[in-house]
């Protein structure tokens, strides 16, 4: 009995232990970015953990480099990259609830031919290779003028945010009783009152977090915007290329874009923390 | 006669398609440039050749790749990096679950931060290494000889490249595996798991006859979402090397995005996107057909 005890304490200490080694591989990055990026240029080379922290690169980010000299790109863009990321992800999300709310209910409720070819389509675009669409919408944009402009970002984040708001929406739609929707169909309400006063509401907490994660998602592409975007809407993603690539002393800076542009994300995904794992999953995992 | 009857009227038949409309519209908007794509495949558009569009070449395209020198390779790293990537984040992530799913304050109190590294950017995170491998600043070199070891070369070396992006894909996306298989381990009924321990079974015993079988189809979403992502992987291989050294890490994807955009013959890179388009859309039709057998099967029917 006395040796079964201290046997289970050592598991449990091994056990810590091993998650201790593993979260810090996993957190460590993101501590470092933080450290660098606090790091001025003198001391980014000479200094590993101990320094002289300064928000020098914050505010060069923000609102230009002093130290902008010959073949040196001046980066107080910044804004307006952040701005345009912003723009494309909250376009996106909002056009993605508009079209795919509905679709959700529909997909839910309503039994109807080729339902369920109907919902893999649009899970089919979360797993394409983005070349396939990525190749002849390049040609497609520049005919149609959308190369480079909002919209036409917004509507190429459809394939990112638009299968997940469908596949989440549609499981929590699931969950909810028929029953409720059949009681108030008995006392003569038509179908878009009942979806509108009566389940729409219910989904609301499950349905903000699908937005918000959907928004994460769109927020972090790269690879859209890379091809299908110039200069005019740039998004943070594709420019933090810039600053590694543009010239060696600018690692701080582009650490202090990558704080940045790292923390609306992080705010939100710990903010829907409980309903994280149903969204990831697309509504597999009831989290 | 009798059927005919018993359908509902039109109105209310086709109102899922009415609700779905809206939906359908951007569908369609999306699936034009699929069409596109296998249309563009037959011809020999070039962008730096006006009129090359309507030069229809047959076959031309898809032969060019099978016989490409480069082809075969580029279906190796193609494949070794999805299969080491999904493989070691699936491993790593169940131990991780395990681990997480035990009577521990300290095991609570990390929880939350391991969804940090899948929401940061996924181009922002292999940034963040890149400069943790670099030579003058990086940090990973110092701890390795810190430790005995030599410093590494890391991306910038054809041995060393493959590992360095899948280090950075394991770092990112084993928290996606934990997460999902915490989640797993939490929707078990602990009556079987309270019988198993009162008969004295042992871990090993309880984990390859209860856990693992009731886990399953939970290890097929991650296996479904991590396969195909990282088949498909474009952000980490080019943030850290475009591809390079030279040819090393020429996935697919890559091969499509540099003979498209960077060699401008736009045609010429649409193969390589189709096939693994075709690739991921079988596997991922098998794996989600035996992830349902699988539910089916630990719900105990």
Do not use: C
Not at chain 2, 107 to 132: C, D, E, N, Q, S
Not at chain 2, 167 to 183: G, N, Q
Not at chain 2, 235 to 257: C, K, N, V, W
């Amino acid at each position: 009995m006395e040796t079964n005890s201290i046997n289970k304490r050592l598991a449990g200490l091994l056990s810590d232990g091993f998650l201790a080694v593993y979260f810090l591989f996993a957190l460590f990055p993101i501590l470092w970015m933080v450290l660098v990026s606090l790091k001025s240029g003198e001391e980014l080379f000479t200094t590993q953990f101990i320094f002289h922290p300064t928000l020098e690169n914050y505010r060069a980010i923000f609102f230009g480099d002093t130290r902008v000299g010959a073949g040196v790109v001046a980066k107080q863009e910044f804004p307006q990259y952040f701005l345009n990321s912003l723009i494309a992800s909250t376009g996106a999300v909002i056009l993605s609830l508009l079209v795919g709310v509905p679709a959700a209910y529909a997909l839910a409720r309503f039994n109807f031919k080729g339902k369920e070819d109907l919902a893999f389509t649009f899970l089919s675009f979360r797993f394409a290779p983005e070349m396939v669409v990525i190749i002849p919408l390049s040609v497609i944009y520049r005919q149609l003028g959308l190369y480079d402009t909002y919209f036409g970002i917004i509507w190429v984040y459809q394939l990112v945010t638009l299968p997940l708001l469908i596949w989440v929406l549609r499981s929590y739609f699931e969950d909810i009783s028929p029953d409720i929707e059949q009681a108030a169909m008995i006392d003569g309400y038509p179908w878009w009152r009942i979806f509108w006063n009566i389940l729409l509401p219910l989904v609301r907490p499950g349905l903000a977090a699908a937005a918000l994660l959907a928004f994460v998602f769109a927020w972090n592409n790269f690879i859209f915007p890379l091809v299908l975007g110039g200069s005019h809407v740039q998004t943070v993603t594709v420019a933090s290329l810039g600053y590694i690539s543009s010239a060696q002393g600018f690692f701080n800076r582009m650490a202090a874009a990558s704080v940045i542009s790292s923390i609306p994300q992080i705010v939100l995904a710990l903010s829907i923390q409980r309903y994280l794992i149903r969204g990831l999953s697309f509504g597999a995992v009831k989290g | 006669m009798t059927e005919e009857k018993l359908q509902p009227p039109l109105g209310v038949r086709i109102r899922p398609w009415l609700i779905a409309l809206p939906a359908l519209i951007v569908l369609i908007g999306i699936l034009y440039p699929f069409l596109t794509a296998i249309y563009y495949s037959f011809t020999a558009y070039a962008l730096n050749r006006p009129g090359s569009l309507d030069q229809f070449v047959g076959f031309r395209n898809y032969v060019r790749m099978f016989t490409d020198d480069d082809f075969l390779y580029s279906t190796y790293i193609t494949f070794a990096y999805a299969l080491l990537s999904t493989g070691v984040e699936l491993v790593l992530g169940l131990a991780v679950a395990l681990l997480l799913n035990r009577e521990s304050r300290f095991a609570k109190i990390l929880t939350p931060t391991l969804i940090f590294p899948m929401m940061i950017a996924p181009v922002i995170g292999t940034l963040i290494w890149k400069m943790m491998m670099q030579p003058s600043v990086g940090i990973l070199n110092p701890m390795l000889n810190l430790v005995g070891l030599p410093s590494l070369q890391w991306a910038a070396v054809p041995e060393t490249a493959l590992f360095s992006v899948v280090l950075v894909d394991v770092w990112m996306f084993t928290p996606f595996a934990a997460l999902i298989l915490t989640a797993g381990l939490r929707s078990f009924p602990s009556a079987p798991f309270e019988a198993a321990r009162v008969d004295g079974a042992s871990f090993w015993f309880t984990f390859r006859n209860l856990t693992l079988p009731m886990l399953t189809p939970f290890i097929l979403i991650v296996v479904v979402f991590r396969l195909m992502d990282s088949l498909k992987m474009f952000d980490i291989i080019f943030a850290m090397t475009e591809g390079g050294p030279g040819r090393t890490l020429m996935t697919y994807q890559l091969t499509a995005y540099r003979t498209s955009f960077q060699f401008q013959r736009l045609a010429q890179g649409l193969p390589y996107a189709i096939l693994l388009y075709i690739i991921i859309y079988i596997t991922s039709f098998y794996l989600i057909k035996f992830w349902g057998r699988a539910q089916r099967r630990a719900a105990g029917y």
